[in-house]
């Protein structure tokens, strides 16, 4: 007789059961919110970088004006994984990074130079540099370079401002006094500005110590608003300079109000009376020889204006006048003065309905 053992089977398939129903359980019954829910760790963690600066600040103390000056900043990684210095940003344009360590391994160390350029900077001065990295734990980094940069010297006045130039004032001269603070006698080596046509030249006044910076404007300037410095290279001590702003202003020989006329595009049901000043920016007196124009039926006279410098332009459009939105329109000014050339006057019409024009 053949004998049966199935109590083990009978065993195994209860087992079998219970964790299949278990896993039934869960998957309508979740664990609640909060609860603690076993998970799988690797046996090792992820390796990364960690990046840390032996000093996040700078002070190099005093500095003369114009002098650069040149810090170096070291860090190192504490990370188990390679470090990667992504970008060295500065916060403006007077600090500029060099080359620095790009990618540096667990461990190692590294450095990132900086320098500043203290030309125009006076006073207590802090520049801040931004170091972007790999690191999860220091992502940005900010860098500090600051400290005292002192004046070369006082100018008196700080800026050379010739304000409006009239075209009988050209050419025209302005003068600053320099004192210099440095410890050891000054030697001036050139002198020039950086306006077209501008001269500069320096003077000592006292041996090694001041000097009169004058700039002379050319003979005829066109008109327009001008900027520029005026620089004075040392020749002792050398590598150091000191810049001056320059500033004028000239006005266009003949100035109109206002610079266009604007009229309907008609027909206009009656008579139409625009007037224009034109005024001289010299001291003589201003006179017009002849008016043209290409306007119809339009009636163009002059006559004096409220000083000798300036004239009256009166324009009558007369009833039914018609003009073309799409047509340029003007009035040509001739003067006794040949030297102002001709002025032309744009005249615009406007077509109903349609925006004035600014």
């Not at 990684?77 to 970008?87: M, S, T, V």
């Not at 020749?235 to 320059?246: H, I």
Request: charged content about 20%.
């Amino acid at each position: 007789m053949r004998t049966f053992h199935a109590m083990p089977c009978a065993f195994a398939l209860v087992r079998g059961l219970v964790v299949v129903c278990g896993a039934w359980l869960l998957s309508i019954h979740p664990a609640p919110a909060g609860a603690a829910v076993p998970v799988a760790h690797p046996d090792t963690a992820a390796a990364v970088a960690d990046i840390r600066f032996d000093a996040a600040e700078y002070s190099f103390g005093e500095a003369w004006a114009g002098d650069k000056v040149d810090a170096v900043f070291h860090f190192s990684n504490q990370g188990a994984g390679a470090l990667e210095i992504f970008y060295v940003k500065p916060g403006c344009g007077c600090t500029q990074a060099g080359e620095w360590d790009r990618r540096v391994g667990p461990g190692k160390r590294g450095r990132i130079p900086l320098r500043l350029n203290t030309a125009g900077l006076s006073g207590f001065i802090k520049r801040k540099v931004t170091v972007t990295s790999n690191s999860p734990k220091n992502p940005n980094v900010t860098l500090t370079i600051q400290g005292q940069v002192n004046p070369l010297a006082d100018l008196d006045p700080p800026e050379l401002v010739f304000g409006r130039l009239d075209p009988g004032q050209l050419p025209a001269a302005q003068k600053a006094t320099a004192t210099f603070h440095l410890p050891a006698p000054v030697r001036t080596a050139r002198t020039a500005c950086t306006l077209s046509g501008f001269a500069a030249r320096t003077r000592e006044i006292k041996r090694g110590q001041a000097f009169e910076i004058e700039v002379t404007t050319p003979a005829a300037l066109a008109p327009g608003a001008y900027a520029g410095v005026v620089r004075l290279e040392l020749a002792e001590p050398s590598g150091r300079s000191l810049t001056v702003p320059v500033s004028a202003w000239v006005p266009s020989a003949v100035e109109v109000q206002p610079d266009r006329l604007q009229v309907p595009a008609g027909p206009l049901p009656a008579d139409l009376e625009r007037t224009l000043t034109v005024r001289g920016a010299g001291s003589q007196a201003l006179t017009i020889t002849d008016l043209a124009t290409n306007l119809p039926e339009t009636q163009i006279n002059c006559a004096d204006g409220p000083s000798p410098q300036s004239q009256k332009i009166m324009v009558r459009f007369k009833r039914g006048c018609r003009l073309s939105p799409r047509q340029s329109w003007w009035i040509d000014v001739t003067f006794g003065d040949s030297r102002l050339g001709r002025l032309r006057i744009p005249v615009s019409a406007q077509a109903a309905g349609a925006p004035a024009e600014p």
